[in-house]
């Protein structure tokens, strides 16, 4: 079965950026769609972005456009979410997605945007 666990979440100020890593196990990557969702406290799990195994393709939520950008590594079984000018709204915690014909998710990773 999949693994998937999540890495480089913390305390960053506005404005900052970050990079979290998800890390594939048990299976390659190579034909899974993968992405990341996040939630915050009392709110709904939102996805964010997700990239496709075929061509690549990826997509964004609009709260994330212009500042997120997914990428995958499929030799490493590795997936990555890097954010910029992150907001104080971005603060939540983020997982780490991947879905063939079933969904596997992450324990998540903690990410807080604050001064």
């Known amino acids: 079965q999949l693994q998937l666990v999540e890495s480089g979440g913390g305390l960053v100020q506005p404005g900052g950026s970050l990079r979290l890593s998800c890390a594939a196990s048990?299976?390659?990557?190579?034909?899974?769609?993968i992405g990341w969702f996040r939630q915050a406290p009392g709110t709904e799990r939102e996805g964010i972005s997700c990239?496709?195994?075929?061509?690549?393709?990826?997509m964004y939520a609009d709260s994330v456009k212009g500042r997120f950008t997914i990428s995958r590594d499929n030799a490493k079984n590795m997936v990555y979410l890097q954010m910029n000018s992150l907001k104080p709204e971005d603060t939540a915690v983020y997982y780490c997605?991947?879905?063939?014909?079933?969904?596997?998710w992450g324990q998540g990773t903690q990410v807080t945007v604050s001064s």
């Open positions: 997605y991947a879905h063939t014909y079933k969904d596997y």
């Open positions: 048990g299976s390659r990557l190579d034909f899974y769609d």
């Open positions: 990239i496709g195994s075929k061509r690549g393709r990826t």
